[in-house]
């Protein structure tokens, strides 16, 4: 099976700009959560979608949005970016809708935002 | 808010002999615990997890101990070998109504010959 893909793997953006990202979970997964990987920071949790409904969110502003298709194929849109969303976003999926069950990562999109 | 805290970013041990990474939780809802290993330009791969109803979790050369009530968690590596040196990311999850899962900082092991 292949594993989660995102695209683009590196971006370069300017401030105010947006940009959306995009997470293909691996075949017959359901759930996709986003993360924000910062130095020292961690994983940060943006939000988790299952079957297209945005079941959980993290603490972040209204700028960070995603979605899901009905192919389980996740996008992340950041708004009027900031020297401060440059990171590290990380995509993961997992088979069951409920359950604490293993998430499988992608590999990232490295944001750099000038 | 820090639900999860590994306090130790690095820390450097010999080849062959014991890593101990540690990891402290504040949410006593959490109630499923897992360690992620993660290597640069890569996304992070699951490496063990333990449910809170158990206080040890072993996998070859990997054991997860729990202790709830310390709310402590710590992740043994007996030998550590040089490819051990990755980012360990501990992580909590709670039932909100699908799982939300929350990380740690995550801590490096520098593993010398």
């Known amino acids: 099976k292949a594993g989660v893909t995102q695209t683009p793997r590196y971006l370069i953006k300017t401030r105010g700009q947006q940009v959306t990202l995009s997470c293909s979970p691996i075949s017959g997964h359901r759930s996709v959560s986003w993360y924000q990987q910062t130095p020292g920071q961690g994983l940060q949790f943006l939000f988790e979608?299952?079957?297209?409904?945005?079941?959980n969110k993290g603490n972040f502003p209204g700028r960070f949005s995603g979605r899901q298709f009905s192919n389980s194929r996740s996008e992340m849109n950041v708004s009027t970016l900031e020297l401060g969303d440059s990171a590290l976003y990380l995509c993961?999926?997992?088979?069951?809708?409920?359950?604490?069950?293993?998430?499988?990562f992608g590999p990232g999109t490295r944001l750099t935002v000038l | 808010d820090q639900q999860v805290k590994q306090n130790s970013p690095s820390l450097s041990v010999q080849e062959g002999r014991i890593s101990i990474l540690n990891c402290d939780y504040t949410n006593s809802m959490f109630d499923y615990f897992l360690w992620y290993k993660k290597y640069p330009a890569e996304g992070p791969t699951f490496l063990i997890s333990?449910?809170?109803?158990?206080d040890k979790n072993e996998d070859g050369r990997f054991t997860v101990f729990l202790n709830k009530s310390a709310k402590h968690l710590s992740l043994h590596i007996v030998p550590s070998q040089p490819g051990d040196s990755a980012v360990y990311f501990c992580?909590?999850?709670?039932?909100?109504?699908?799982?939300?899962?929350?990380f740690g900082a995550g801590t490096r092991p520098f593993v010398k010959a």
């Open positions: 333990i449910s809170s109803i158990k």
């Open positions: 979608y299952f079957s297209e409904t945005q079941r």
């Open positions: 993961a999926s997992k088979l069951a809708g409920v359950g604490a069950d293993t998430q499988y």
């Open positions: 992580a909590a999850s709670v039932n909100t109504g699908g799982f939300k899962t929350i």
